[in-house]
Each structure stands twice: as C-alpha cells, then as structure tokens.
T-cell receptor
C-alpha cells in the first residue's frame, strides 16, 4: 500500500507570491491534516479535512487555506508569502477523524526568498 | 488543552535501553498519550499510544504512571537507526463530534551512539 505522497518535495518562492501544495493520502484514508514545522516552533497544526469539509483549524492567518477533494486528496494554499512562511509543510492522513494514528508524508520544504 | 514536557535531548549507547520521559500533568481522563518519532528529513512516524495501561508493540513499550501525569517510552535495544526526535503528544477532544487537535511540543532529540 502506498504511503502518503506530498508534492512537490522542494519549492522556492519569493515574497508576495502564492503557493499550492498537494497531498495524496493512503488509499482508504478519509482524514487529512496539515502541519507547519519550523526549527523553533516544532509542529504547528494548520487544519484538518474529512469528507471534503474542514473539521478543525489551528491558529494561522487567513492566508493559509486548504481543501479536500472527493477522492480525499488535499491541497493547501498560502497566499502573499512572507519570509516567515519558510518551513517544512507536512501532511498526515488517518482512516477517520476518530482514528488518531496519523501517517505522515515526507513533507514539502518551502523556502521564501 | 493538555500539554507535554520532554527533555530537549538524550544520549543512549547502542544496544542499551533508551528511556524517554514525558510529563503531561494536566492530562484529562479521556485523553490518550501518543508517541511519534521523526528521523531527519522524514515525516513523523507513529510508534505507540496508550490510555492508562502499559502498552507494548514491536517497536517499543509505553509505561504510564498510575496518576497518568507522566509516561516513559522504552526502546529496549536501541540501534543507530533509532536516532531521531521523539514526540510525546496528548489527544485533545476538541469541540463537537470527533473534532480533535493534536498538540505537538519540540520533542526529545535522541542520539544513539556506537
């Protein structure tokens, strides 16, 4: 069974641009969560989707958004990029909302110049 | 929301047991303790979880104190490949239904030395 796939693995953008990251969960998993990881802050929860609906949201500005498609694949978008958005963005999938064992992808490393 | 406290770093000799502590003194009765680890440049990997009983699987053992305010992850025979950052997190039941948010700390950086 294939694991969680995140694309692209690396991305370089400049301030003010916008970016879209993609996540394909494990087959059969319907819940997808997104996290931002920076050296000083650790993993910060962004949001969680289940059945194409956002079910939970962390404390990030509205520039961070996401969506989930009918096949459970998910995308997150960051608009008007800032230098501080440079981070590793991790996607995790789980069977359902009630199943708290999450399986993570390798992440997308975003650098904002 | 219950938070966890872990030592920032630990060392362990290869072949010896690695005992990683975690403090979660504000844990609620229905909250579970989860452990994950993250090897450099990879996403976190689930290890084990528990509510109040000790748990064991092929990767590790989890010992939870009777008052549930702390726990210890035990890697019985650490290898060099166990060098990673280990996260202890507590499941938070947040809002209606099954909504929940996992609170992650900075973890413990475990170095297994030859």
């Amino acid at each position: 069974k294939a694991g969680v796939t995140q694309t692209p693995r690396y991305l370089i953008k400049t301030r003010g641009q916008q970016v879209t990251l993609s996540c394909s969960p494990i087959s059969g998993h319907r819940s997808v969560s997104w996290y931002q990881q920076t050296p000083g802050q650790g993993l910060q929860f962004l949001f969680e989707y289940f059945s194409e609906t956002q079910r939970n949201k962390g404390n990030f500005p509205g520039r961070f958004s996401g969506r989930q498609f009918s096949n459970s694949r998910s995308e997150m978008n960051v608009s008007t990029l800032e230098l501080g958005d440079s981070a590793l963005y991790l996607c995790a999938s789980s069977l359902t909302l009630a199943k708290n064992i999450q399986y993570f992808g390798a992440g997308t490393r975003l650098s904002v110049l | 929301d219950a938070k966890t406290t872990q030592p920032p770093s630990m060392d362990c000799a290869e072949g010896r047991a690695a005992n990683l502590p975690c403090n979660h003194s504000t844990i609620s009765g229905n909250e579970y303790v989860y452990w994950y680890r993250q090897i450099h440049s990879q996403g976190p990997q689930y290890i084990i979880h528990g509510l109040k009983n000790n748990e064991t699987n092929e990767m590790a053992s989890l010992i939870i104190t009777e008052d549930r305010k702390s726990s210890t992850l035990i890697l019985p025979h650490a290898t060099l490949r166990d060098t990673a950052v280990y996260y202890c997190i507590v499941r938070v039941a947040n809002g209606a239904g099954n909504n929940r948010k996992l609170i992650w700390g900075l973890g413990t950086s475990l170095a297994v030395n030859p």
